[in-house]
């Protein structure tokens, strides 16, 4: 069933970004024919060309903005709004409806991201060839590193998109708990927010600063000791310990989440 929802969120994105995505490369693909007439002496092809890569720019920023509401819009609306009288009395989980959600939100966010940077070597002369050649480079880097290299890659892929459904799923669960009021949601899922930001903040600063100068004085001594034997180890684990940081934090918001609407769900 699960596929079934992602099929329904997927074609609704392809709806929602069917001409902003391919605007963005056609002009993207324009401007590169009209990026050397900026600053020409003739005025008319300086000035068409000045509002041609104004339009591009606009495309590529209301691109993301669009990306944002999406990704708002596709849950408050269709589990909390008018199409959630719907989506709830299918036969599937809460978990599975927010999954899906979620899923939809993060590929709506990737190709976006792939889109930007392709309108960028579309657009920039040379960009496609330096690309091509700073990869194998880049790749060379990392296998002299033998399998740190690949794995510090790894780590870094997997933080940002733990990073990026944990974010996802704040933003679904101060969509919950606002809707938990009568009156003013919108505003309240705000707070909502605010009040989970705040809270996240204090968890991640308190400690330390509690410690003071002794927490302090432990980490740069178990650094400057661990990072004199192996590096690798002290990089490694520290992505590590981030990437479960941010799992169980952005379970936490799931389950938080889930539990509202199976349990506390008002559509009225």
Known sequence: MLGKLLKYDFRSMGKQFAFIWPAALLLALLNRFTLGSIGSSDTVQELLSGIAMLVYVSILIAMFVIALIFIIQRFYLGLLGDEGYLMHTLPVKSWQLITSKAICALVASVVSILVAVISIVL?????????????PRFFAALGREGGNGILLLVEMLVLAVVGTLAAFFQLYLAMAIGHLFNKNRIAMSVVAYIVIQTALNTICTVPLAVAGEWAGEQINYFLANTLATNAWAVIHG???????ATAIVGGLFFFGTNYILQKRLNLE
């Open 123 to 135: 657009l920039v002369p040379g960009a496609l060839s330096g690309i091509l050649s700073f990869w």
């Open 238 to 244: 520290g992505l590590w310990l981030i990437i479960v």
